[in-house]
């Protein structure tokens, strides 16, 4: 209800259906909540770590203070990715949230490493005094904050599809647990010698690193690129398809440039009996309507064959038979007659193969032209093979 509020205060016409201008504006605005909420907290553990003498409730009070300075990278990489595309970033600028994201993470794991190393040595000094009621209060009090932040930053994460708010809900989620272990490690200080603080430190360490190891494995995964939701191949399926003209549709590529930022191309089966002109306004009007629809912006590639040729129609039926029989998730398209004078010679075609198949082409290939010679002896087979990018 909070979220909402703050939400519907500090971004104007907000609503289940966002503009790109209102995305950003969510973005930023959880990006300063989250800035001033650590910001508080962080001061607010450093009184409380000077008063105890504890280096986990230190390295908690710091690890606070990079949450804020994340937030201000968080606040910059929207910023940045809402600038419109120009000379030097034709594409647009919608990639620096996952830079963004990637910084975040690099700084997440350096506090990791260096609380580790002051976890591991103060395993070695003599125990301090144990910590006052009063700071034992207030300091697990700040995981109620840090849960809320949490809930805060996976409701706009979902909302706006940001890895960068994603991260910052992961983060806090691990702090929550961090911290809870240290309240943990300052109450069992009170019954024993054993360096308790410095063996909370190191585990707080540890969660530490974890959350920063699964936001940088996720901020590289969406740098390097990663499949398309499935959901949105569909629907540009489904746009190509239902234009005029267009029979089938396959390899379709989508390149992520940010959020609500795609870059497709696909190659569509056009009917090769109209001529280029018509097979050019066929393609161009899909692409409109592609615009049109959806967050993309689609190039077509004309893939066309003889819709109503009797002997096409006979030898891909046969040739689709026998790749369905090898494996039901191979696709065959661009299918041709390859002929000498009147006699069939070969037939041509590309096949989709799946990345995780087993067999080898030449496995494929061979196991296909056996399938093919009880319909005729001597056939050859011209696959060109291709493996799908979704």
Not at 244 to 258: K, L, R, S, T
Not at 297 to 302: I, M, P, Q, R, S
Not at 329 to 351: Q, V
């Amino acid at each position: 209800m909070l979220t909402t509020l703050i939400l519907k205060t500090f971004v104007p016409g907000f609503g289940k259906s966002l503009t790109p201008a209102e995305r950003v504006r969510c973005g930023i605005v959880s990006g300063i909540t989250g800035i001033v909420c650590n910001v508080l907290l962080a001061v607010l553990k450093v009184i409380l770590a000077i008063v105890s003498g504890s280096i986990a409730v230190a390295a908690d009070a710091v690890n606070n203070l990079s949450d804020a300075g994340s937030g201000v990278i968080a606040v910059a990489g929207f910023r940045l990715s809402s600038q419109p595309p120009d000379a030097e970033h034709p594409f647009g600028h919608g990639r620096t949230e996952y830079v963004a994201a990637l910084i975040v993470a690099v700084l997440i794991v350096a506090l990791g490493v260096s609380f580790l190393k002051d976890s591991v040595m103060a395993l070695f000094r003599e125990p301090g005094e144990a910590a006052g009621n009063g700071v034992i209060v207030f300091f697990g009090a700040t995981i109620l904050v840090k849960c809320w932040l949490f809930f805060f930053y996976r409701k706009v994460g979902k909302l706006i599809h940001s890895e960068v708010i994603r991260a910052a809900a992961y983060d806090s989620l691990s702090d929550c647990m961090s911290t809870g272990v240290v309240v943990v490690s300052l109450i069992a200080a009170r019954f024993t010698d054993f360096p308790v603080d410095g063996a909370a430190g190191i585990l707080v360490a540890g969660m530490i690193l974890w959350a920063g190891s699964q936001v940088l494995r996720e901020a590289v995964s969406k740098l390097l690129g990663e499949p398309p939701d499935k959901e949105l191949v569909e629907k540009v399926r489904e746009v190509i398809l239902a234009s005029p003209g267009i029979d089938g549709v396959h390899d379709i590529m989508i390149h992520n440039y940010g959020e609500n930022s795609y870059y497709v191309t696909a190659h569509a089966e056009i009917s090769c009996d109209g001529d280029r002109f018509s097979a050019h306004d066929i393609l161009e009007n899909a692409e409109i309507a592609a615009a049109q629809a959806l967050p993309v912006h689609l190039l077509l590639h004309a893939d066309p064959y003889h819709q109503d040729d009797p002997e096409v129609i006979f030898w891909r039926s046969r040739m689709e038979n026998a790749v369905s029989a090898l494996n039901c998730e191979f696709k065959l398209y661009d299918f041709r007659l390859i002929k000498e004078g009147d006699r069939l010679d070969a037939l041509s075609f590309h096949l989709l193969v799946p990345h995780s198949y087993g067999m080898s082409e030449r496995e494929v290939l061979c196991s296909l032209e056996d399938a093919m010679q009880i319909h005729r002896p001597g056939l050859r087979l011209q696959i060109r093979f291709v493996h799908s990018f979704l």
